[in-house]
C-alpha cells in the first residue's frame, strides 16, 4: 500500500542542528512517521525532545564547526544503535556583509559548517550505508540561494549553491548502492536565522509580498518533503533539490 512506503518504522536518522527551527520540525517529522531520530546539536535538545515521543529521541552533543567531531558524530551513533539509516544535514548559518567588506573568517565560518561538514558526514554516512548492504537516504538542506544570488550573503550563497551540486554529484556515485541523495530547499521560514530579515520591516514586507501562498514558512511545512525523501515512497528519487518555498521560486 502506498502510504506504508512513507513509514519510517525502525530506521535510525541522524539529523544536525536539531534544538530549534527547520531541524527540530524535521525531527518531529521523522519520529512521527515511525523513525528513532539522534538529533546532534551543540546546545541542549530539551524543547525538540519535549515533542516527541519518549525514546524516540536522543540529543548528541557535538560542534559542528570542528571537522573532527563527523566521526565522533557517525561512530557514536552506530555505538548506540548498531545501524545508521537516514541523515539530514540540517545544521547551518549565515552571515551578512557587503561583498567588498566580507571577511575571510566569515568565508570560512559559512562554507565549513555548511558544505565541509555537509560533505564529510554524507561521506561517512555513505561508508556506513555500503557496509549495511541496505542503502540509505541522505537529505541535505539547501535554499533559495541554492537557486539565486542573494545579497550581502556571499559565502552563505557560495555554500547553498555547493550544496545543490554537491547533492547531485553524490547521488550520482551513490545511486549504485541503492543510496539516495537529495535536498531540499526552504523559502523563507520563520527560524532564528531570519530573525534579522523580518526584524527590518521593509525588507520583511518586500519579501511577503512576493511569496504566493502570502505567508512565511513555518518549521512544520518542511516536515512532508523530508519524511517523503527519508522513505522508499522516494527510492527513484535522487541528486534533486525540491524547493518548500510556497511558490518563491516560480514567481
Ligand atoms: P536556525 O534556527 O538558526 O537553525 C540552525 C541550526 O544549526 C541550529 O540548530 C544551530 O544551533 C545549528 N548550528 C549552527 N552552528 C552549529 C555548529 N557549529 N554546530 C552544531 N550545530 C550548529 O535556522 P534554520 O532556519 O532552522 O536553519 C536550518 C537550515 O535551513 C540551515 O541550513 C539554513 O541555512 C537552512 N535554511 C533556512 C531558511 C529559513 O528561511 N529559515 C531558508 C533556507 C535554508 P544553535 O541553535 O546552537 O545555533
Keep these: 500500500m502506498i502510504l506504508d512506503k512513507f513509514k519510517l518504522d525502525g530506521k535510525i536518522a541522524v539529523v544536525t542542528g536539531a534544538n530549534t527551527g527547520l531541524g527540530q520540525g524535521i525531527c518531529i517529522a ?3 512517521a515511525g523513525a528513532t ?9 530539551e524543547e525538540t525532545a519535549a515533542q516527541i515521543e519518549k ?3 536522543f540529543e548528541l552533543r557535538a560542534d559542528l564547526s570542528d571537522m573532527n567531531n563527523a566521526e565522533y558524530v557517525i561512530d557514536e551513533t552506530i555505538k548506540q544503535f548498531g545501524r545508521i539509516d537516514i541523515l539530514v544535514n540540517n545544521a547551518g548559518i549565515i552571515r551578512r556583509a557587503d561583498v567588498v567588506d566580507f571577511t575571510e573568517q566569515d568565508w570560512d565560518d559559512v562554507m ?3 558544505l565541509k561538514m555537509l560533505f564529510k558526514l554524507s561521506q561517512l554516512a555513505a561508508r556506513q550505508f555500503i557496509k549495511q548492504g541496505a542503502g540509505g537516504k541522505i537529505i541535505n538542506i539547501a535554499s533559495m540561494l541554492s537557486f539565486q544570488g542573494g545579497i550581502r550573503v556571499a559565502s552563505y550563497t ?5 550544496v545543490k551540486g554537491l547533492t ?3 547521488a550520482n556515485e551513490l545511486a549504485k548502492y541503492n543510496i539516495n541523495v537529495n535536498a531540499i530547499a526552504p523559502g523563507y521560514m520563520v527560524t532564528n536565522n531570519t530573525e534579522m530579515l523580518r526584524k527590518d520591516e521593509k525588507r520583511s514586507a518586500e519579501i511577503l509580498a512576493r511569496i504566493p501562498a502570502g505567508r512565511w514558512g513555518m518549521p512544520e511545512d518542511i516536515g512532508g518533503a523530508c519524511v517523503f525523501l527519508a522513505s522508499s515512497a522516494s527510492d527513484y528519487v535522487n541528486g534533486f533539490t525540491l524547493a518548500v518555498d510556497g511558490g518563491w521560486l516560480g514567481r
Design 30 to 32: 521523522l519520529a512521527e
Design 37 to 45: 531520530v539522534v538529533g546532534v546539536a551543540r546546545r541542549s535538545c
Design 55 to 57: 525514546d524516540r529521541f
Design 112 to 114: 565549513n559548517l555548511n
Design 158 to 162: 557560495a555554500s547553498k549553491s555547493g
Design 168 to 170: 547531485m554529484e553524490m
